[in-house]
C-alpha cells in the first residue's frame, strides 16, 4: 500500500523500525522520532508529576531565652547600671 498513489501524501520511513508508511500515517512522537502508529508509544505518565516544595522551616519560633543576659565571656561582669 505505501507504493499506491494517494493524493497530498508522500512515502515516509519509520525512524524506529524503518519501513515505508505513508505520511498520514507516521506519527511525531515525543522523542522527536517520527514513527509509525506501531512504533508509537506515550509518554510515561510519571513525567509531567512536578514535586511539592517541603517546607523546612516550622511555622513559628520562640526567641531563645538568656539566663544571664550581662554576662560576659571574657570575665568582666556589665552591671545594667553600665548601660
Known amino acids: 500500500m505505501s507504493d499506491t498513489f494517494v493524493a497530498g501524501q508522500w512515502n515516509a520511513i ?6 515505508k508508511h505513508k505520511s498520514s500515517k507516521i ?3 515525543w522523542t522527536g522520532l517520527r514513527v509509525c502508529a506501531a512504533c508509537w508509544e506515550p509518554r510515561h505518565p510519571q513525567d509531567f508529576i512536578k514535586g511539592v516544595p517541603d517546607r523546612q522551616a516550622p511555622a513559628w519560633v520562640r526567641p ?4 544571664e ?3 560576659n565571656d571574657g570575665g568582666t561582669d556589665v552591671q545594667p547600671g553600665d548601660l
Do not use: A
Not at 519509520?14 to 519501513?19: I, N
Open 14 to 19: 519509520c525512524d524506529r523500525c524503518g519501513e
Open 27 to 29: 506519527r511525531l512522537e
Open 64 to 67: 531563645e531565652i538568656v539566663s
Open 69 to 71: 543576659p550581662f554576662l
